[in-house]
């Protein structure tokens, strides 16, 4: 039995904060990979903000390609519509039923996830793996932690990080302004985004 760490995201673009994340995931759960799920379409985002899905694919693709064990699923851009969690999460099971899902995301994003559709079944497939970067009370989400766990039969794993302030938006606005993100974002992500001209 393998263990698979599920990253998803908008990815728009995707940048360094997300891949020490994952691989941070990787390294303190013993992943045997990671698989990068761009979104297909973001319905809760301002269309006119995000690359295309074929250019979120590509950047995703190219960042896989500097971390040993990560590879980049298509199962939500070649879907049309809206994606949810609990659906990729079914769809994983279904092509690899022998294997442990696991689910990373962020504490903000514990905080809501029993508002997200159909969490139970969330966490019937997957264990989630929380990444802390500071900004929540760890006290507060141990206790949300264990009330999930009591209501759902949910396994939650905490892990804390450094904070980072980088995000996805204020590298857009450092593109538009013409800034340099190298640093930011995995050499030939930076390069894409020179080349394609994305986010001017």
């Known amino acids: 039995m393998s263990k698979i760490g599920f990253f ?32 297909g379409y973001s319905w809760m985002k301002d269309p006119k903000e995000i690359a295309s899905r074929e250019d979120r694919l590509r950047m995703a693709e190219l ?14 851009t070649n879907q049309e ?10 769809k994983l099971k279904a092509l690899y039923p022998e294997d442990e899902i696991c689910f990373i995301i962020g504490a903000d994003q514990l905080m809501i ?16 793996l929380v990444a802390d970067r500071g900004g929540f009370d760890r006290q507060e989400m141990e206790e949300k932690a264990a009330e999930l766990t009591e209501r759902y039969g949910a396994k ?4 804390h990080m450094e904070a980072s302030e980088l995000s996805s938006t204020e590298l857009r606005r450092r593109i538009r302004d013409g ?16 080349k394609k001209e994305l986010y001017r």
């Not at 939650?156 to 892990?159: F, G």
């Not at 993100?181 to 020179?194: H, L, M, N, R, T």
Request: include cysteine.
């Open 81 to 90: 519509g809206p994606t949810y969690s609990y659906e990729t999460l079914q």
């Open 8 to 39: 998803g995201g908008t990815f728009n673009p995707i940048h360094n904060a997300h891949l020490r994340i994952a691989q941070e995931a990787k390294d303190r759960f013993g992943l045997d990979r990671i698989l990068l799920v761009p979104s």
């Open 113 to 128: 996830l029993e508002q997200w559709k159909k969490p139970e079944e969330i966490f019937r497939l997957a264990t989630i």
């Open 156 to 159: 939650i794993r905490i892990y």
């Open 179 to 194: 800034e340099d993100i190298s640093g930011c974002v995995p050499e030939k992500v930076a390069e894409y985004v020179e």
């Open 63 to 76: 960042a896989a390609e500097e971390c040993e064990g990560f590879e980049v699923s298509t199962i939500e």
